[in-house]
Each structure stands twice: as C-alpha cells, then as structure tokens.
C-alpha cells in the first residue's frame, strides 16, 4: 500500500513558502512607497515653480483668446494654461516614478502598463497642441468667411462662418486623435458621408433660399449699363428719378419720397424710360 501523503507537512511547506514571499516582498514595497512619496514631492515642486513662471510671462493671454472662440463659449469650457501645463508635467513626472516603483516590485505586468502609458502621454501632448493650433486656424477661416459674405450681403453669414469652423476643426480633431495613435478609419469614413450629405442639402436649401438674391445680383451687370442715375423711368406703375444702383436694388426718388426696387424687377416688368 502506497504511503499517503503528509498533509501537515505540505501545508507547512507552503505556509512557509508564503512568508518567505512576503517577507521578501515587503522591502520592495516599501521602496515602491518611498519613490512614490519623493515623486510625489518632486511632481508638485515642479509643478509650483511652472506654475508661477507661466503666470509670469502671461501665458494665459494665449488661453484668454481661445476662450472667445464662440464653440469653446458654448461648451462652458474655461482654458487656463497656467493650471492645464503644470497639471500635466506633473502627471508626467509622477508617471517616471511609478514606472520605477513598479519595477522596484517586480510585478511585470503592472510595469509593462504604466510603460505604455507613459510613452502615450508625449503622443498625447502634441495631439493637443496639434488641436489647439487647429482650432484657432479654423476660427480665423470661420471670421473670414463671416466678413466676406458680409461684405456680399450674402444671408446668414455667420451660420456659413459656422458650418466652415466645424468643418475644419473636424479634420483637425480626426488628425489629432491618429496623432494620438487611435484608429480613425471608421470616424474618416463617417465624416465624408456626413459631410457630403450637409453640403448637398445645404446647397440645395441655400440655392432655393438665395434665388433671389443671386438674381438681383445677375441682374445688375445687365441693368447697370443700361440705366444711370439722373434718368426718369416708369416701372410697374411707379415714376420717379434712378438715384442709384447698387448690386441688388434700384432707388428711385419720387415725389412721395424714395422707392427701393429690386434690380430683378426691371427684367419681369416693362421699364419705360421718360428722361
């Protein structure tokens, strides 16, 4: 008959084998702490000083003007870089530390993970600057589009100034986030087919809604070579002395005041010039 085994002595011999686990596991603890404590103290150190020299040379300036962009008014977003640097050189240095507490353990899983993300966090960063110069870039395409419709008389300037900044500033958020080192196929594809459909249906709402205008406007190349100011004409019943013609209306000074045409008139209606 075989011998049984001994019960008592295997879970002694593992009893033991765990104390000495852990006896040689809490030193490497308590230098992992003592790292993170001086990491600690280190990371707000530098934090303070990066802190009070940005202050300093006003770099908030920066972040004042990106706060007046309408987009980052409407996300109740407040971007002060003399908080948003130091914070984040801090979580940096906090990262070195924590890669060294972790190895000081000899967990490698644990130190295989705070590697990773401390090698994304310098991806991460310029990602950011990336869509921080995106986004001002996009604001002044956004004000000078505002200006020239304006400068047109194009209707709703600033919901076309609006449309152009979100347009730019999404390709400048999907080429941030591959910066970052995220997949954007799939955000890629889903852009174009959203984009493609607002400007189709833009096109078409704004043409229907702009016919008008355009008309005028189209209008004016022929009329003003044919009419000048000083002349006395008729139009649809109303008399009175072309005063001037500008890119969409005709004004006519009559003997009850001045008349405002639009310059389309004088193609739909029979014109009868007196003087």
Not at 20 to 32: E, H, N, Y
Not at 43 to 55: G, H, T
Not at 62 to 70: A, S, V
């Amino acid at each position: 008959m075989r011998n049984l085994p001994n019960i008592t002595e295997i879970l002694t011999n593992i009893f033991l084998s765990l104390i000495d686990q852990i006896i040689a596991f809490v030193p490497k603890l308590v230098v992992a702490i003592v790292i993170l404590v001086i990491g600690n103290i280190v990371a707000k150190i530098i934090a303070i000083v990066i802190r009070k020299i940005l202050v300093a040379v006003g770099v908030d300036k920066i972040g004042e003007k990106l706060n007046e962009i309408d987009a980052i008014k409407q996300m109740n977003i407040e971007v002060k870089f003399s908080v948003i640097i130091p914070g984040v050189l801090k979580f940096f240095v906090m990262l070195i530390f924590i890669t060294s507490a972790t190895e000081t353990l000899g967990v490698k899983a644990l130190s295989d993970m705070v590697l990773k993300l401390a090698n994304f966090v310098p991806q991460a960063l310029s990602a950011a600057i990336m869509l921080l110069i995106g986004t001002f870039i996009a604001d002044i395409f956004k004000n000078a589009t505002v200006t020239v419709c304006k400068s047109f008389n194009v209707p709703s300037a600033k919901l076309i100034g609006n449309v152009v900044f979100f347009f730019f500033f999404a390709i400048i958020l999907i080429a941030s986030l591959g910066q970052a080192g995220i997949n954007t196929t799939l955000l890629e594809s889903t852009f174009n087919l959203l984009i493609g459909g607002i400007i189709l249906a833009f096109a078409i709402g704004y043409g229907f809604a702009s016919k008008d205008i355009l008309a005028n406007i189209l209008t004016s190349f022929y009329s003003k070579s044919k009419y000048r100011p000083g002349q006395i004409i008729q139009v649809d019943g109303i008399r009175g002395e072309v005063v001037d013609i500008d890119a969409t209306s005709l004004t006519l000074k009559t003997s009850e005041g001045r008349v405002y045409l639009p310059l389309q008139i004088l193609q739909s209606k029979k014109v009868e010039v007196i003087d």
